[in-house]
């Protein structure tokens, strides 16, 4: 099946500093990949979703400035969270979608926890 | 009011027992429903999709749509502790707009 992944699972850093994700679709070619939020005992809140080659479209009272995502690859796709700050603290998940994948087919990653001191 | 009410739980049941979860939604136009489920720590995997009403069957779980009450159903037979997660419907709208219910979390006892 298809295998996304996320480097680093977790990171824990100091408030003022960026931190960036990896997100990689491991046995296939994403074409769209998406990057998620989730609070705890909340639902999944969609970040962004980004195409191969294009800039990301960012959902409404998202900070695209804050949150650099850059998908230059088909398997790969980052997510920099730029000078974070404690209430950035969150887990976030990317999903990809590849050609000849329906609409309705969405593969997560395992998730990547940020804890911002 | 949220478009997709989930209740979070957690819901405990003894493993054998047939588990029922639900979402409502206000939106008519959502067309696509579906159903994950995430393990702690985890994403989520997608465990089934339904077009419009009916039910749809793969194994131990069924989903059932009710389009007219707006509301969705996931039934697992014969839980199992492996079963016990978080288990999140989703919902499409014609625009492609993926909107989340917050999760139910799954308790199986052994």
């Known amino acids: 099946g298809a295998v996304v992944s996320q480097h680093p699972s977790w990171v824990i850093c100091k408030s003022g500093t960026s931190v960036k994700i990896e997100c990689r679709s491991l046995?296939?070619?994403?074409?769209?990949m998406f990057w998620y939020r989730q609070f705890p005992k909340q639902s999944l809140m969609l970040m962004a979703t980004s195409n191969e080659g294009s800039k990301a479209t960012y959902e409404q009272g998202v900070e695209k400035d804050k949150f650099l995502i850059n998908h230059a690859s088909l398997t790969l796709s980052t997510l920099t969270v730029t000078s974070a700050h404690p209430e950035d603290s969150s887990f976030y998940i990317c999903?990809?979608?590849?050609?000849?994948?329906?609409?309705?087919?969405?593969?997560f990653g395992p998730g990547t926890r940020l804890t911002v001191l | 009011q949220k478009e997709v009410e989930q209740d979070p739980g957690p819901l405990s049941v003894p493993e054998g027992a047939i588990v029922s979860l639900n979402c409502t939604y206000s939106?008519?136009?959502?067309?696509?429903f579906m159903w994950y489920r995430q393990y702690s720590r985890k994403g989520p995997e997608l465990l089934m999709y339904t077009y419009s009403s009916g039910n749809k069957e793969d194994g131990r779980f069924t989903a059932q749509v009710d389009k007219s009450s707006k509301y969705i159903s996931l039934f697992i037979r014969d839980s199992q502790p492996s079963d016990s997660a978080t288990y999140l419907c989703a919902m499409r709208d014609s625009n492609y707009q993926l909107i989340w219910g917050a999760g139910t979390k799954l308790i199986i006892k052994p």
């Open positions: 939106n008519s136009a959502f067309q696509y």
């Open positions: 999903s990809a979608r590849g050609p000849g994948q329906g609409l309705n087919e969405q593969f």
């Open positions: 046995d296939f070619q994403a074409t769209t």
